[in-house]
């Protein structure tokens, strides 16, 4: 017991000491408590754009009254095309396309996006049924139906697991580079690998390598216990686009480990710091849930994660049936994003513990 407590004591002072370790891990958590807390303490939910197709009597008639309150949260565009705003709610441009066919009111909704085609279908539901009360001592004159916008066969599993995926490989890729570089730092493994004669590319090639070859067997084992027929998902015809998206994305996170690694004096700091950028590029790359609820200068800051990008990608082609060169944009950035990073954890590198 008392070496137990000589050792406790020893690593609570080493880690007391360390004042990198100590901020990252709980200065810094409460901080952005209180930074996130702020931002969405007085937020207010957004409203939802919605297409009206030709012309919605439920919607055309509604009182002045109530259509100032209603336009406080939908915001509504008239259409033409019907196959076109089909469209566009399926590729999340609009949240809900309204349509009356006669006496019917039909909601068109992307699966994509459950919390906000459920807020659209609740209002329009409350629409309707303030037009059914207006022509009171009659039948309901009006009714209301959901129709999917993608194949009723899909299911939610389809746009889960693009983004549980993109955290699993930004947690992976991040958490091993930073700390295998600060573990080899602080053994001096890095001072005798400069001294030996393998080229140093040659050893952190080795570790990228191993890094993307890891990425890819993780993504067949989430797209393969996806696809049992327990989940249901279904791949899209240009699935296989996931793949170089992947790889892209794995690079991006590689170099921010990397930077956090070369910047890091241990490896409770580096665990630390890789954990604080984690987390919020995973809430705001849309991993857990739509950014959408946002403030829209959040929306905009969201957009220097890679880890959206790699979302929004195989969301694409995995989810949304999109061609291979609609992911092209967020290919391209990934990539820019690997090579800054790998550019500044160059000029912070260090070989050996001071």
């Known amino acids: 017991m008392s070496s137990f407590k000589s050792l406790a004591r020893a690593m609570f002072l080493g880690f ?18 209180v930074a996130i807390g702020g931002l969405f303490a007085k937020q207010s939910t957004p409203r939802s754009k919605v297409l009206e197709i030709g012309s919605v009597s439920v919607v055309e008639q509604m009182p002045a009254d109530m259509r100032a309150g209603f336009e406080k949260s939908l915001k509504i ?5 019907r196959d076109a705003a089909l469209e566009k709610v399926r590729k999340g441009d609009y949240d809900a396309a309204l349509e009356q ?14 919390v906000k085609s459920g807020t659209v279908q609740g209002q329009v539901d409350g629409l309707v049924q303030a037009a059914n009360q207006a022509a009171s001592g009659q039948s309901p004159k009006y009714h209301l139906r959901a129709e999917q916008v993608e194949d009723k066969s899909l299911k939610a599993i389809q746009y889960i697991t693009p983004g549980v995926l993109g ?40 570790r990228v390598a191993v890094s993307l070859g890891t990425a890819l067997v993780q993504t067949v084992l989430f797209i393969g216990v996806a696809t049992l027929p327990f989940f249901g998902l279904r791949l899209s015809h240009y699935w296989w686009m996931a793949i170089p998206i992947v790889l892209c994305g794995v690079l991006a996170f590689l170099a ?18 890789s954990q604080m950028v984690v987390l919020p590029m995973a809430f705001l790359g849309g991993s ?5 609820q946002a403030p829209k200068w959040l929306r905009v800051v969201s957009e220097i994660f890679p880890l959206r990008h790699l979302n929004d990608g195989m969301l694409k082609v995995m989810a949304r049936g999109a061609g291979p060169a609609s992911v092209l944009p967020q290919i391209g950035i990934l990539l820019a994003f690997a090579l800054v990073a790998t550019i500044i954890a160059v000029r912070v590198f260090r070989w050996e513990q001071i």
């Open 288 to 292: 857990f849930f739509p950014v959408d």
């Open 256 to 273: 921010i480990g990397m930077l956090i690694g070369a910047w890091a004096k241990t490896q409770e700091t580096a665990q630390a710091v």
């Open 77 to 81: 565009t008239k259409i033409t095309d």
């Open 16 to 33: 007391r000491r360390d004042r990198g370790a100590l901020f990252f891990t709980i200065a810094l958590p409460l901080l952005f408590l």
């Open 167 to 206: 955290w699993a490989l930004a947690s992976a890729g991040m958490f091993g580079a930073s700390t295998t570089l600060v573990t080899w730092r602080t053994k001096g493994i890095l001072r005798r690998l400069r001294l030996s004669p393998v080229p140093i590319r040659t050893v952190f090639a080795a």
């Open 101 to 114: 066919v006669g006496d019917q009111v039909v909601v068109h909704f992307s699966a994509a996006d459950q």
